[in-house]
């Protein structure tokens, strides 16, 4: 049973009290957390986390980390968790360049095929454990095209999908290439790992996100993309299908409402938005905002709160 809902259209939504902390906590089996803005801001993490989950461990939820940054792979974040103090699970961690390869795994991707990668070592890393084979990524961060009379571009034709991921490095050269392969092979794929407008690359402001590459693809291809990060349904359902899960006992925690909180209503799930992120409470409660979460909280650690009247010893 879900435990706490807002009213239709969105008007029950409130800062959690005490009593909805407790029911939160009591009704859920599963915790899916994003990253950038909840458990982290760039570099640092957000104060009361490691208690935070230390707490919900004791009480014996499943925790899930997902996150929509696909510069690096389940492994690469798991390194980020360590540094940071945090014991988490390689198999408790989601990110967007996995969703990209369990993509092309879930529908049979040809391996005779290739995949051409706008993105960092994150997608290639997935895409090696998936046996997908691909070219782009950092290899082609330093090429340039010189525009003398005359000039043209080959590209590969065994290239069935592009899959475009944050890239710090992308240039001209890989928007031609990607251009070139999406409108000239027969069935290449668009995918892309997410559309966030902005994200937190360090813990002092926000940063152009992955919808500025993906908009740059849109633009030259007059293709849209097919999404596999959040709010994707595929994301949801392959995390559900691997913890054997059902949408009533899972709890989505964020700090976006177009991406975190979207993507738990569209899967059915109880929604509760962090304010230690992106959105501000002013965003949340303006009359022109139509993404309504069940609660909201300062930060995670709001739920310790909750701690001393669950007798928690952890």
């Not at 809902?5 to 959690?16: D, S």
């Not at 992308?170 to 092979?185: F, G, M, S, V, W």
């Not at 059902?246 to 929604?271: A, H, S, W, Y």
Request: net charge negative.
């Amino acid at each position: 049973m879900v435990p706490v809902k807002a009213a239709a259209g969105g008007q029950g939504t409130r800062r959690a009290t005490l009593e909805d902390k407790m029911k939160l906590i009591d009704g859920v089996d599963c915790f899916i957390f994003d990253c950038d803005g909840v458990i982290w801001r760039g570099d640092s993490v957000i104060e009361g986390v490691p208690e935070t989950l230390d707490m919900l461990r004791a009480l014996g939820k499943k925790l899930v980390f997902v996150t929509n940054n696909s510069t690096k792979s389940r492994k690469g974040y798991l390194g980020k968790f360590t540094s940071l103090g945090l014991n988490i699970n390689a198999e408790e961690i989601y990110s967007s360049s996995y969703a990209a390869a369990a993509y092309l795994d879930s529908i049979k991707f040809d391996r005779s095929k290739k995949v051409y990668v706008i993105g960092e070592t994150g997608i290639l890393e997935e895409l090696d454990l998936k046996g997908i084979k691909y070219l782009g990524g950092p290899g082609d961060g330093q090429k340039v095209v010189n525009l003398k009379p005359g000039e043209y571009m080959e590209h590969d034709e065994d290239v069935a999908a592009v899959i475009v991921g944050f890239d710090r490095y992308i240039n001209y050269y890989k928007i031609q290439y990607a251009t070139l392969c999406i409108r000239e092979n027969p069935g290449c794929m668009f995918i892309a790992t997410n559309r966030d407008a902005v994200t937190h690359l360090t813990d002092a402001q926000e940063w152009a996100g992955n919808g500025s590459m993906v908009g740059a693809i849109v633009g030259s291809t007059k293709r849209e993309p097919h999404v596999v990060g959040k709010p994707s349904g595929f994301m949801l359902q392959n995390i559900a299908e691997q913890f054997n899960l059902k949408p009533e006992q899972i709890c989505m925690v964020g700090d976006r409402l177009d991406t975190d909180i979207l993507f738990g209503q569209n899967g059915g799930l109880t929604t509760c938005l962090v304010l230690s992120g992106v959105t501000t409470e002013e965003q949340l409660l303006s009359p022109s905002n139509e993404v309504h979460p069940d609660l909201y909280m300062s930060q995670l650690s709001d739920l310790l709160a909750a701690k001393q009247t669950l007798k928690v010893t952890a």
